[in-house]
């Protein structure tokens, strides 16, 4: 059997090593985001609009509930990094140990609490009465999904952290497909809806995860040393939860931000839900390539920040922001040119399709303030500075509350309000992350107390004093 091969990105070329680790996670994350197609496409063209709207109108706090988890699953990735980059064998062995009591704890606190808690806040986000209904059986199950989830995300992002990017997709592709084959065999087949369309995520989530342990353990010295005798040290519990945390607020800020925006679009009707759910589908999409970047970016800048070469995670932050212009501008052509073709993909009413082709217009120019939230917000992140992650969170939430609130107030623009939000809410994002990147706070890695302490001092970035 050929011997499991870890990446070292302290040495060679940083544009290679991230297109290189890129490749895999964009294959990865299409496939990802095919099988959540599918199963818009599949609910929108067989079940119809109302069951689509249902299921974007659980989109969001979908996203709030895994989210909670999935910051701890890159919390773990993160000091795996660190520890690779600084040569320290045994410190990795005691992440990956207690990162298994961490992720497990945690993840079915959170499912308990998102089965119970789903229902009441679709209710508080006025969702359509003609949706609501399927709104909570498909949320409910699909919860249920968030214990594999946030397992098989702790070890792709171990496996990550040591610079293999090519394993975890081989899982997301077995994953993607059998979800795929699920969805149409439970709504074609057996009729099921959309509670068919969420047993078919959740079981394929499960799988994915049972798949990717049996590997790491049969395959990976790190793993293989701890087999049998996984003992949690209690330093690097507290170390992932510090560097965990502030990552699962973020992205829960993120969420919350998001909800306030669908609470927005349910006032408007069900059918600029459902071209709000074509849209977000389509974003989803479109941002793959800015988080597979950012993921390979979060590892190279992790390894060598561990290592200490400042000069080499610079080197690394401009080339990849370089790579996000290039594809930003390919995707805004493509948005104006084909917006009505793609909306056709999934749904058939004109009224939609029109409404949706517009909108991909009015959010596509907006395409590389996204991209780069993604290039120095994951930077900063695989540097150990995730506190910052909370600010950046903030900005997100208070950007959708307040742009969509004064649109809504002074009545601009309409129901077109809420795609011109996200626009701007893209574009003030962006440049309180690059701010903090000029900054230069994320220097410091993840030190001592007193280090901790002073990058709490360098909130307000340099530049800005001056």
Not at 80 to 92: L, N, P, Q
Not at 334 to 342: E, K, P, T
Not at 345 to 356: E, G, P, R
């Amino acid at each position: 059997m050929q011997k499991y091969k870890m990446v070292d990105m302290t040495f060679g070329s940083p544009l290679k090593h991230i297109l290189v680790f890129t490749i895999p996670l964009v294959i990865g994350n299409l496939f990802q985001q095919l099988y959540n197609m599918v199963d818009s496409i599949v609910v929108g063209q067989y079940v119809g609009k109302t069951a689509l709207a249902a299921v974007g109108a659980c989109g969001s706090m979908n996203f709030l509930f895994f989210s909670l988890s999935f910051g701890l699953s890159n919390g773990v990735g993160i000091l795996v990094s660190h520890r690779f980059g600084a040569k320290d064998d045994e410190g990795i062995r005691k992440t990956i140990a207690s990162s298994f009591y961490v992720l497990s704890i945690v993840s079915v606190a959170i499912m308990a609490i998102a089965f119970f808690l789903a229902p009441v806040l679709l209710r508080l986000l006025d969702t359509p009465s003609t949706i609501i209904n399927d709104s909570i059986a498909y949320i409910r199950v699909t919860c249920l999904g968030i214990l594999g989830i946030t397992l098989y995300n702790g070890v792709a992002a171990t496996l990550r952290a040591l610079g293999d990017s090519r394993t975890p997709l081989y899982f997301l592709i077995f994953s993607s497909i059998m979800n795929i084959v699920l969805d149409l065999v439970l709504v074609l087949n057996f009729g099921m809806g959309v509670v068919g369309v969420a047993l078919a995520t959740i079981i394929s989530q499960y799988a994915s995860a049972i798949i990717a342990y049996i590997y790491a353990f049969g395959r990976v010295q790190y793993f293989k040393d701890i087999k049998g005798n996984i003992r949690a040290d209690q330093d690097y519990i507290k170390k992932e939860i510090r560097l965990g945390v502030p990552l699962s607020l973020q992205s829960s800020m993120i969420a919350i931000s998001c909800l306030v925006l669908q609470g927005v679009v349910n006032s408007f009707g069900e059918n600029v839900v459902a071209a709000f759910t074509i849209t977000s589908r389509v974003e989803q999409l479109v941002q793959q390539p800015y988080n597979s970047i950012g993921t390979a970016l979060m590892t190279y800048a992790g390894q060598n920040i561990g290592a200490r070469k400042i000069d080499r995670v610079k080197k690394g932050f401009w080339q990849s922001a370089g790579i996000v212009a290039i594809f930003s501008a390919v995707m805004v052509a493509v948005m104006f040119l084909f917006g009505d073709n793609i909306s056709r993909i999934f749904v058939s009413d004109l009224s939609v399709i029109k409404m949706s082709s517009m909108a991909l217009r009015i959010t596509s120019p907006f395409y590389l303030a996204l991209g780069m939230i993604y290039v120095p917000r994951s930077l900063l992140n695989g540097c150990g500075d995730t506190g910052f992650a909370m600010i950046n969170g903030i900005t997100e939430v208070a950007g959708r509350i307040i742009f969509s609130n004064v649109f809504l107030f002074f009545g601009l623009f309409g129901f077109w309000s809420v795609w011109v939000t996200t626009s701007a809410t893209w574009a003030l994002t962006s440049i309180v992350c690059m701010m903090r990147f000029f900054s230069g706070v994320w220097k410091h890695g993840i030190e001592s107390e007193s280090g901790r302490r002073r990058r709490l001092k360098l909130v307000v970035p340099k530049a800005i004093i001056r």
